[in-house]
């Protein structure tokens, strides 16, 4: 678990290093079972983006990590508030009951977000997913907030 924890935190400060465009950093709270949530980094791709989450989740007799990767559609409703979608991918470990599990999923995502005049997010969401490993399932996700700092 350590490894991947590693490996993950490698891949977001790779990714913060690529490009200095519009960023937003903070945490998503909630959108999966028990105590969940996950550092969240949106990275702007002119009027779309990218968001990258480094997640955790507390449960039961359960733990898990996960990074999941987003590419959203931008949408503008009014100058401060506006609603994206987009598809993306999840990848995870869990452990249950001493058992260890990896999952691998395709993932989307649609929600809505409101930029204030100071350089604050807040954003309102729900990210579904398609299991492919170990099975094949479908989950729903739950509706999570997000509180991010632009710079």
């Not at 924890?5 to 790779?14: E, N, P």
């Given at each position: 678990m350590k490894k991947v924890?590693?490996?993950?935190?490698?891949?977001?400060?790779?990714a913060f290093a690529a490009n200095a465009q519009s960023n937003n950093l903070g945490i998503r709270f909630g959108g999966g079972q028990g105590y969940n949530a996950e550092l969240s980094w949106q990275h702007g791709l002119g009027n779309n983006r990218l968001e990258t989450d480094l997640g955790w989740a507390f449960y039961n007799q359960a733990s898990s990590m996960s990074l999941t990767c987003i590419y959203q559609i931008v949408l503008g409703i009014s100058n401060h508030f506006a609603w994206y979608i987009g598809p993306g991918a999840y990848i995870g470990m869990s452990k249950v009951d001493g058992n260890s599990n990896f999952g691998l999923a395709v993932a989307g995502q649609v929600g809505i977000e409101y930029d204030f005049n100071i350089p604050l997010q807040l954003s309102l969401d729900i990210r579904p997913r398609f299991h492919v490993i170990p099975s094949t399932d479908f989950h729903w996700g739950d509706i999570a907030l997000g509180v991010r700092y632009r710079f």
């Open positions: 924890l590693l490996v993950l935190v490698a891949i977001m400060g790779f």
